[in-house]
C-alpha cells in the first residue's frame, strides 16, 4: 500500500532535520552539498560533504546553501532539499507529500517565495511556511492555543529567534542575524588574535562543543582541548591547549546580543504575558541551548527562570510536522498556492 510521507522540515542553515508523521525524525544532517565547479554536478550532501569542508581539490567545492536561515544559493538548495525529502520518503512514494519549512520570524517576500518554490520544486504537493519559534514552541509540547503567554529562545546556526506566543500566534518578537556561526567565528577570531594561529570553521565548532560556556564557572574555567592550526608567523602547524575561561570570554559579546534581544523582546511584551511566562519559564531550544551556563546567564539577566527544552535540537522539525494536525494554525501559515 502506497502512503503519503506528510512531513516538517527545519531548514537550518548548519543543520536539516526532517520530521514525518508517525515516524519521528528520520533525516538529521549538515547542510552542506559538494559540488563540481566546472561542471555543476552535486556529488555529496549532508554529512558526507560536510567531511570535505576544507579538505577538497580546487574543482569541488563544499558549499553551505543557506546563510542566516535562508536560501542564498537557490540551485544548491534545491539539489539539497530534494534530496533530504526523497531520503525521508525512503527514496519512492505515490503521493507529493504536504510540507511544513521551519522559517525566521521577519523573512522577507522574496525569501519566503525562494523556499516555497524550492519546496514545490523538490517534489512537495504543498508547501508551508512556519515561524521557527512557533514550531519550537509546538514541538517543545506548549500549549500555544491557550490564552497564556509563552516565550521561546532558539539558538540556531544561522539566527536566534525570541518571541511570545499566546492563542496561537506571535504576540512580540525579535530575530537576530546572530547565533552559532557567529560563536564559532568569535573563538576564530580570538585564537588568531591572541594566538596568531589560524584555526578552521570545523575546528572552532569543536571548541565549542567541547569547553564553550557563557557562565563563571571553576568547573567551566578547567575544562581544555587542544587544536592544530597555522602559525601566522612561520606557516606551519602548531598545536595549542585552549582553556574553557577564554573560550567564554570569546564567546561573551555575541552571547550578550542574544541576551539583550531577550530582553528587549520581554520589554515590548504585554504585562499579563510576563506573568504567565515568569510562572512557566522561559523556554530554550536550538544547538546554542547546549552551551554550559546558558540558562543560569539568561536567568540571572533576566530574573526569569530558563529551562532547555526536551531534544532541543529537534524542536524545529517535530514542531512543524506535528502542526499538520493543529488546523487552526495550519489555516494562518503562509503557503504555496
Wanted: net charge negative.
Amino acid at each position: 500500500m502506497f502512503k503519503r510521507y506528510d512531513m516538517g522540515i527545519d531548514l537550518g542553515t548548519a543543520n536539516t532535520l526532517v520530521y514525518v508523521k508517525n515516524k519521528g525524525i528520520v533525516v538529521n544532517e549538515p547542510s552542506v552539498v559538494a559540488i563540481n565547479v566546472e561542471t555543476d554536478e552535486v556529488l555529496k550532501v549532508g554529512n558526507e560533504a560536510k567531511n570535505m569542508i576544507g579538505k577538497t581539490p580546487a574543482y569541488i567545492k563544499a558549499i553551505r546553501p543557506l546563510k542566516d536561515g535562508v536560501i542564498a544559493d537557490y540551485n544548491v538548495a534545491l539539489a539539497m532539499l530534494s534530496y533530504f525529502i526523497n531520503r525521508a520518503q525512503n527514496g519512492f512514494s505515490l503521493f507529493r507529500p504536504l510540507v511544513v519549512v521551519g522559517v525566521p520570524v521577519g523573512i522577507t517576500e522574496v525569501e519566503s517565495r525562494a523556499i516555497l518554490e524550492a519546496g514545490n520544486e523538490a517534489g512537495a504537493k504543498r508547501v508551508f511556511l512556519i515561524e521557527e519559534p512557533m514550531a519550537t514552541a509546538i514541538g517543545a509540547n506548549l500549549n500555544v492555543e491557550e490564552p497564556t503567554g509563552n516565550m521561546v529562545v532558539d539558538i540556531g546556526g544561522g539566527t536566534t529567534e525570541i518571541a511570545v506566543i499566546s492563542l496561537g500566534s506571535l504576540v512580540t518578537w525579535t530575530s537576530i542575524r546572530v547565533a552559532g556561526d557567529e560563536l564559532d567565528d568569535a573563538i576564530i577570531q580570538y585564537v588568531r588574535e591572541v594566538y596568531r594561529v589560524v584555526i578552521g570553521e570545523r575546528t572552532a565548532e569543536r571548541v565549542k562543543i567541547e569547553i564553550g560556556n557563557v557562565f563563571p564557572d571553576k568547573e567551566y574555567d578547567e575544562l581544555e582541548t587542544s587544536v592544530t592550526g597555522i602559525d601566522l608567523s612561520s606557516g606551519l602547524p602548531k598545536k595549542l591547549v585552549l582553556k574553557g575561561g577564554e573560550i567564554r570570554e570569546a564567546l561573551k559579546p555575541i552571547v550578550m546580543q542574544i541576551i539583550d534581544s531577550t530582553k528587549a523582546t520581554l520589554e515590548k511584551t504585554p504585562p499579563e504575558l510576563v506573568a504567565d511566562i515568569t510562572e512557566r519559564g522561559i523556554v530554550v531550544a536550538g544547538g546554542g541551548s547546549l552551551l554550559r551556563g546558558i540558562t543560569t546567564l539568561i536567568e540571572k539577566e533576566t530574573g526569569i527562570n530558563a529551562i532547555v527544552a526536551d531534544e532541543p535540537m529537534t524542536c524545529v522539525a517535530r514542531g512543524a510536522g506535528m502542526v499538520l494536525d493543529k488546523i487552526s494554525i495550519l489555516s494562518r501559515l503562509r503557503r504555496n498556492e
